[in-house]
C-alpha cells in the first residue's frame, strides 16, 4: 500500500489525545516545537526533541518504526549540505542530520493524527500560497518515499553498497541525483494532473474550522512546552 494511503489511515483511523485536539491547537504547537528545532544550536538537544517525538508517535498509536524510516529520506538531500559543513565541524554536520529528522518526525506526527483536509483548510484561511505549499509538500513527500524506498532496494540488490568505501559514496551519490531528477519529474506530473482536474491556484477553504478548545489539547501544547524547556535548556548551557 502507498505511503499516502497509509499515513490517511492513521489519521482517520486511529484514535488518541493528539487525534482528538482541535486542528489549531495543533498546527500552532507543530509551528513552536518546529521553531526550536531549527534554532537548536546542541546534539543533546536535538537528541532530546527526538525522544520526545518518538514519545509522542508512540502515546499516538502510531507505527514508530514506520514513521522512523519515512523520516531517514528527507536526511538524502541534508547529506550533501551536512558532508559541506564536515570540513569546519563533524558536530555542525550532525546538527544538520538531526534537524532534518526531527523536522521530518514532527510533520509526521502532525499528518499522522489530523485528516490532511483540515489541515489544508485551515492554513488556507491564513494564507493561500501557504495552503498551496503544504498540499504540494504533502504529495510530494510520499511520492518522494515511495519511489526512494523502490530505489534503494533496486541498487541494494545489485549489490551497490557493497565493496569499498569509496564505491558505496559514489553509488550513494548517483542515487542521490537520480531522486533528486526524479522528484522534479514527478512535481510536474503532479502539477499537470491537478490542473487538469480544475485547479486554478487556490482550493476552497469554505469548511474550515479550528476546532473548539478542549481538554485533549494538552496533548499538543504539551509537546510545545516540552520541546521549547529543552531549546532553552540547550541555549544556557551553550
Known amino acids: 500500500m502507498s ?27 507543530t509551528a513552536v516545537a518546529l521553531g526550536t528545532i531549527i534554532f537548536s544550536t546542541t546534539i543533546l538537544t536535538l537528541v532530546g526533541q527526538f525522544l520526545i ?4 508517535q508512540f502515546a499516538s498509536r502510531l507505527p514508530v518504526k514506520r514513521l522512523l524510516i519515512w523520516a531517514v529520506y ?15 565541524s563533524v558536530e555542525l554536520s550532525a ?14 506526527l502532525l499528518i499522522g493524527t489530523t485528516p490532511f483536509t483540515r489541515i489544508i483548510a485551515v492554513l488556507g484561511k491564513a494564507s493561500r500560497t501557504l495552503a498551496n505549499l503544504a498540499f504540494f509538500s504533502y504529495r510530494f513527500f510520499f511520492l518522494f518515499t515511495d519511489e526512494s524506498s ?9 549489490g551497490g553498497f557493497q565493496g569499498v568505501i569509496q ?43 479550528l476546532g473548539e478548545l478542549t481538554r485533549y489539547d494538552f496533548a499538543p501544547v504539551l509537546l510545545a512546552c ?13
Open 3 to 29: 505511503t499516502i494511503y497509509l499515513i490517511d489511515d492513521y489519521a482517520n483511523n486511529l484514535d488518541s489525545a493528539m487525534h482528538r485536539a482541535s486542528v489549531g491547537t495543533k498546527i500552532a504547537s
Open 53 to 56: 517525538i518518538l514519545l509522542f
Open 74 to 88: 528527507p536526511a538524502f538531500f541534508a547529506v550533501i549540505f551536512a558532508i559541506s559543513q564536515a570540513q569546519y
Open 95 to 108: 546538527q544538520t542530520m538531526l534537524r532534518a529528522v526531527d523536522a521530518a518526525l514532527l510533520m509526521l
Open 150 to 158: 523502490r530505489r534503494l532496494t533496486a541498487l541494494r540488490v545489485r
Open 167 to 209: 564505491t558505496k559514496i559514489k553509488n550513494a551519490t548517483n542515487l542521490i541525483g537520480l531522486l533528486f531528477v526524479s522528484y522534479m519529474e514527478s512535481g510536474e506530473k503532479v502539477y499537470d494532473a491537478v490542473t487538469t482536474r480544475g485547479y486554478r491556484g487556490e482550493f476552497s477553504t469554505e469548511a474550515a474550522l
Open 226 to 238: 516540552l520541546t521549547v524547556a529543552l531549546f532553552l535548556a540547550g541555549s544556557l548551557c551553550v
